[in-house]
């Protein structure tokens, strides 16, 4: 639809209207050209969903039509983007007609933005102070979802806002909206209501670790990762994404026969107080009632303060009329309602230039590229440094050294380098060359099949000691206090400190006269070095950085052995027999002790005083959970899940990392996710509650 010329030159023509918006300069002369720009981008954020801008920078050009309209009715067409909602729809699914459009929410970025909505709202219904029901703006993928006599019949996106795609299977892979819910208690016989689909901040943050693994590019924030699950065509694969919906709104109801309207939807407060009864999961604990605006934008910006603080993405929050009956006074335009407005919080997302690209190697010799750009705020963080991931990366992103990129950071999550903007281009950007040997130590750099990492080949390449050495002393492996990545690296580059045993052999009369080691800094970390020689063998052997061993794994490999070197003698077959030890796993570790340096390593940390001999626990004949195995999943009510793996381990049990047949006892949280669904399938598996598995730790 759009030629690279074409879009070179609208996206030239959004800049400059940008400018315009800013300084408050658009004229008349802008109107079409902002009808131009606007339809383009619609065109690449709906059908595409390829957006060129930030929702805030849209937000400004929108609000600059709507003001030039205003104020020259003369020049609104039917087609402009102020009179319709934006069209469009992908077609890998059925399209479906929304019982009620799905209107868009009118955006406010500021308090005197909240007064004037409730002016014109008091204005049009004649009220002296309206009641406004306030709640968080999810930041997902957007939901309409039909239930006819009590059961769930239909899930579709918001599409082009009056049609949509019909994702009913992928909607019900969703656990928290209910297949079935009792509309009927309140006498209705069909309702429509809609929602947000969302995937929480730790799932998202696991799934990335999972793809990163893997040697695959993270996907790049929440709320796209949610919406385009709806879209996947495989539900199994969308099962696994666990994602989660909140509801917020009836948008449409009819009566059984013979009843009246239940009195919960004579409000909006009362509409999400009924949802949350019927088993949906909606902002009835996050929502506020108030009198009038001035509570309402006091409510706004404290919530903002808590924003990175809540499980789940929010862009801002809703203020929405609370009577249904004056929100019908208020009726709507054809591209919002005039009942409710965003507040929206500070952008996410921003613009920046590229200026240059840095390659840095990790522990396990990954040669990571990293972007370094023109300093920019994003969510309230300044950004000037992005990991970019690797090769395959730059080129799906299309990234070049001086290019315009759109910046997204949401909540905690890592910021990222969304997409490149080729029409921003000026001829000037340069291809980012990958390169062929090491940054560090010039070794050349090799990549295993069915990966998209490169490495560096050299296990004595400088990079890759020090991050080893970080590794090796953080606090889920040795934990030794007050011996941080910064204390790593200097020790590295002053030669006090070569290697993992160098750990060990620290000369403290050198630290000891150094900037910021007064005696007390000294005398700590030397008792916290002599205190980790006494870490158990699990902990030595997650140290040790052998790739694909985790925390899990490296229990598993501890209970194999009565000593360290004993793996020496293990074949990659003996290793595979381990639980959840596959052929990845295992060849990574037959290799890690195959290899005589690392042998010699581990022969002198004995002789330095380290435990290498696996100091299994003598248990009493009576312990509760001798000879059974467990495994947690989601979240549990009272305990954390270390110390509820420490118990099984001292009552005898074994924790293992994955779904089997050798499983005995799976302890279910809220929010379980596939372990459970595998659970399920195999009879021999005991699914237990938290309080369950209390009940057998206490069994006399």
């Known amino acids: 639809m759009y030629s690279k010329e074409k879009t070179k030159n609208l996206q030239q023509l959004t800049n400059e209207l940008l400018k315009k918006q800013k300084a408050g300069t658009a004229s008349k002369k802008d109107t079409e050209p902002l009808r131009d720009v606007l339809r383009f981008h619609e065109y690449r954020y709906y059908i595409l969903n390829d957006p060129l801008i930030s929702d805030y920078e849209y937000d400004q050009l929108y609000k600059a039509l709507e003001k030039l ?31 009620v459009p799905m209107l868009s929410l009118d955006n406010s970025y500021n308090a005197d933005d909240l007064t004037d909505f409730d002016r014109k709202a008091r204005e049009i219904t004649g009220h002296g102070t309206i009641e406004y029901c306030v709640e968080p703006k999810f930041d997902g993928g957007s939901i309409s979802l039909i239930y006819e006599n009590d059961m769930l019949v239909r899930g579709a996106t918001r ?30 016989q069909q309702a429509e209501i809609r929602g947000e689909v969302l995937i ?6 696991k799934y990335n670790e999972k793809l990163m693994e893997e040697g695959l590019p993270p996907l790049a924030n929440p709320r796209n990762a949610a919406a385009g699950t709806l879209r996947i065509k495989d539900p199994a694969e969308a099962a696994r994404r666990n994602l989660e919906a909140f509801v917020y709104h009836v ?29 949906f999961r909606s902002p009835e604990k996050e929502k506020k009632v108030f009198k009038g ?62 200026l240059n690209v840095e390659f840095q190697v990790g522990r396990t010799g990954a040669v990571t590229p990293v972007a370094k750009l023109e300093p920019v705020a994003v969510g309230g963080v300044t950004v000037s ?21 759109l910046i997204e950071r949401a909540g905690d999550v890592i910021p990222q380098i969304v997409k490149s903007l080729p029409g921003a281009r000026t001829g000037k950007e340069k ?98 070095i002599a205190g980790s020689k006494k870490q158990p063998l699990h902990r030595l052997l997650y140290a040790l950085g052998i ?22 003698k293990f074949s990659l077959e003996d290793l595979q027999n381990l639980e959840d030890v596959g052929p990845k796993v295992g060849g990574s570790i037959h290799h890690f002790f195959s290899n005589k340096n690392n042998i010699e390593m581990l022969q002198e940390l004995e002789k330095l005083g380290l435990q290498l001999k696996n100091e299994k626990k003598q248990l009493s004949t009576g312990g509760n959970l001798t000879g059974q195995s467990f495994l947690f999943t989601g979240t549990l009510p009272t305990l954390k899940r270390s110390a509820a793996e420490a118990m099984v381990e001292e009552n005898g049990g074994q924790i293992v990392s994955g779904v089997s047949a050798k499983l005995n006892y799976l302890v279910v949280g809220e929010d379980a996710g596939s372990k459970l669904d595998k659970a399920k399938k195999l009879n021999t598996v005991k699914i237990i509650s938290e309080e369950d598995f209390l009940k057998m730790i206490r069994k006399k």
């Open 547 to 568: 790739r694909f061993v985790g925390e899990t794994t490296a229990k598993t490999l501890a209970r194999a052995v009565n000593h360290i070197l004993d793996f020496k």
């Open 431 to 528: 291809k980012i060359v990958f390169p062929k040997t090491c940054p560090v130590c010039s070794s050349k750099l090799f990549k295993e099949e069915e990966e998209a990492v490169w490495r560096c080949s050299n296990i004595d390449c400088p990079a890759q000691v020090v991050e080893r050495i970080i590794h090796f002393v953080s606090k889920d492996a040795m934990d030794i206090r007050g011996f941080g990545e910064a204390n790593v690296r200097k020790f590295y580059e002053l030669g006090l400190l070569k290697d993992i045993p160098g750990v060990y052999q620290l000369d403290f009369g050198k630290i000891s006269g150094m900037e910021g080691f007064g005696q007390k800094s000294v005398d700590n970390l030397q008792a916290a």
């Open 251 to 279: 948008s449409y109801f009819s009566p059984q026969k013979g009843k009246k309207i239940p009195v919960e939807l004579t409000t909006h407060s009362g509409s999400l107080a009924m949802l949350w009864e019927l088993g």
């Open 385 to 405: 440094s992005i990991s970019i991931h690797n090769e395959d990366y730059i080129k799906e992103k299309d990234l070049r050294i001086g290019d315009a990129v």
């Open 69 to 99: 309209e205003a104020d020259h009715p003369g020049l609104i067409t039917e087609d402009s983007p102020t009179q319709r909602v934006a069209k469009g729809l992908t077609r890998d699914f059925p399209t479906v007609q929304h019982l």
């Open 200 to 205: 929480n901040k730790d799932n998202f943050k």
């Open 293 to 354: 605006i001035v509570p309402v934008i006091k409510y706004c910006n404290e919530f903002e303060s808590k924003r990175d603080d809540l499980p789940y993405e929010i862009d801002g929050m809703v203020i929405k009329v609370n009577d249904t009956a004056l929100q019908d006074k208020l009726g709507m335009t054809s591209h919002h309602p005039r009942w409710a407005i965003a507040f929206k919080f500070k952008a996410s997302q921003a613009t920046s230039r590229l």
């Open 159 to 188: 599409g082009d806002g009056v049609e949509g795609d019909e994702v009913t299977t992928n909607i019900r892979q969703i656990r928290s909206i209910p297949l079935s819910a009792k509309f009927s208690d309140y006498g209705l």
